[in-house]
């Protein structure tokens, strides 16, 4: 299974609302010229802007709004660099994760932006990073301190300096380091192949297998790594894997995700900033967990890689966008009650949610027609329109309308009980094959069913809670009632809806997530 790339999707209904709110925050002063760019102080360089970048350039494609300020950011982004063409200081023979990690964000916004406007000043701006920063670091991996005590378990929601340890500059987001799998594997795919230079390629492919190779020797638990940093990593893995079919990186990936599942997820399928440090949650890593989640289905077609994608978005991510439209952090829920934590994370998760918003959307239908994830979104499938609206998961009702006519599979998680339609042409134990005649819209109804899983209740994919602690009702209990929910005469919610609130409510807003 293949996805679409984010400028061949348009998305609709909810996602296309919460995108229209997130694409008014991203235009905010300090998203903007000259704000944008970072003092020389700053402790992530190429950071911010990298971000703000590839926000804006998947929120463009995703909705087919042209962003106010993208095209001036990248005007004067390199008068804002250094003389060997990278943003920050030149440390000499010390290697900064931060800046490393900074400038993976620099590199994907410059990449998603190339494969946007095609725009031939971006491959100069990509080969001046990693030709000035990255492969100088080339070797260097080898000695990356990862022992616990060579590591500093402080650490705020924005990641600070730690000290310099075996030459290098270290973070409190501990394996940061590793970021720079994403933008360097996404570099590799845009130079070979627009901007070739044979030793180069060489040697930026044998700096990222290197990376590789360390990365998944890291003892992730035991050194707490920093959740975001190492679904990141996998991320790189993934597009490594599309580059060189190295079957390898599939199932270090599925271990390493594996990890996560088990001990950096929380119970409301958000992360753990660190692994065993349950503080806070980020939706930067929120967003790599889904990614990963769905790109590990499409190489694999493990129906559990589509499920547990579909439980992080509506219940981890799609929580943690505020009524402003950005995206904060929360606790962990670890006593069963979910919070604020922090309103907004607007230097770093804000604009990651343009990303994560957009691959919300992507990621839900295949190019080959395959509908995973049924929501409101226009994409090509087999070259030709497929239109499909939908209220869900709020409800069953889906309509799909495909030029030309043809058959698509409905993927069946295990939340729906029946998919009833005129034009079922035949199912297996995950699919439901649906025969669209051409020039109809063919209608489905998709029946929800109210499960419970330990101590928590779901309506379909959607987590439900309660404003009142020590609730207790299983799922035998709740009604669908007035667009809501009761059990016992309690007043239950689904967690995803947050952003609808004011601000003052959202903040306020305690929910209980343990029920039975």
């Known amino acids: ?20 709110l997130l694409s008014s925050r991203l235009e905010a002063p300090m998203y903007r010229p000259p704000e944008v760019f970072r003092p020389g102080s700053y402790d992530w360089p190429g950071d911010w802007e990298g971000r703000i970048i590839l926000a804006l350039c998947c929120q463009s494609q995703i909705t087919g709004r042209q962003p106010s300020f993208l095209d001036e950011i990248i005007d004067e ?9 990278y943003f920050g200081a030149d440390h000499g023979g010390l290697i900064s994760e931060q800046q490393l990690s900074g400038h993976s964000w620099l590199l994907r916004g410059l990449c998603e932006y190339y494969e946007y406007r095609r725009d031939t000043r971006v491959t100069g701006l990509i080969d001046g990073i990693v030709r000035g920063l990255f492969l100088p670091a080339a070797g260097r991996y080898a000695s990356y301190p990862v022992l616990p005590e060579q590591r500093a378990n402080g650490g705020g929601m924005s990641g600070s300096e730690a000290g310099t340890v075996d030459g290098w500059i270290i973070s409190t987001d501990t394996g940061c380091a590793y970021m720079p799998l994403d933008g360097l594997t996404h570099a590799y795919e845009i130079l070979s192949r627009y901007a070739p230079d044979a030793a180069r390629d060489e040697a930026l492919g044998a700096l990222i297998d290197e990376m590789l190779y360390h990365f998944f020797r890291i003892p992730f638990i035991e050194v707490r790594l920093q959740t975001h940093a190492t679904l990141s990593g996998c991320r790189g893995a993934l597009r490594r894997y599309a580059q060189t079919g190295d079957e390898t990186l599939i199932e270090q990936v599925k271990r390493v995700f594996g990890l996560y599942e088990e001990h950096g997820m929380t119970r409301t399928y958000a992360n753990e900033n660190w692994f065993g440090r349950p503080e806070w949650t980020e939706p930067c890593a929120i967003i790599d967990s889904f990614m990963v989640g769905s790109q590990l289905f499409a190489y694999t077609d493990d129906p559990h890689y589509a ?46 949610g343009g990303e994560g918003l957009a691959a919300a959307a992507a990621y839900s239908v295949t190019d080959d027609g395959v509908i995973i994830n049924p929501v409101s979104v226009t994409a090509p499938v087999r070259g030709r329109r497929l239109e499909i609206v939908s209220d869900y998961p709020h409800g069953g009702s889906v ?9 698509l599979y409905l993927f ?45 209740v779901y309506d379909g994919p959607l987590m439900l809670a309660s404003e009142e602690k020590q609730v207790r009702a299983a ?6 009632k ?5 059990a016992r005469g309690h007043r239950l919610t689904s967690i995803d809806g947050t952003y609808l609130l004011s601000e003052a409510a959202a903040t306020a807003q305690i929910l209980y997530v343990e029920l039975s």
Not at 475 to 480: F, G, S
């Open 1 to 20: 299974m293949k996805y679409n790339s984010y400028g061949d999707v348009k998305v609709k209904g909810e996602l296309g609302a919460r995108c229209a």
């Open 482 to 486: 007035n667009g809501g929910y009761e």
């Open 77 to 85: 982004l390199p008068s804002h660099l250094n003389g060997k063409g």
């Open 307 to 352: 499920e547990i994608s579909q439980l992080i978005l509506y219940n981890g991510l799609l929580h943690a966008q505020r009524p402003n439209g950005g995206f904060g952090c929360d606790t962990c829920a670890t006593d069963g009650a979910l919070a604020v934590h922090g309103y907004e994370a607007y230097w770093c998760c804000t604009m990651r």
């Open 412 to 456: 069946v998680p295990h939340w729906i009980s029946s998919v009833k339609c005129d034009h079922i042409g035949g199912c297996d134990e995950h699919y439901v094959y649906i025969d669209v005649p051409d020039g109809e819209t063919v209608s489905l109804t998709l029946e929800l069913r109210l499960w419970q899983d330990e101590s928590r």
């Open 475 to 480: 799922a035998e209990d709740v009604i669908r």
């Open 399 to 407: 309509r799909i309308r495909y030029e030309g006519g043809g058959r």
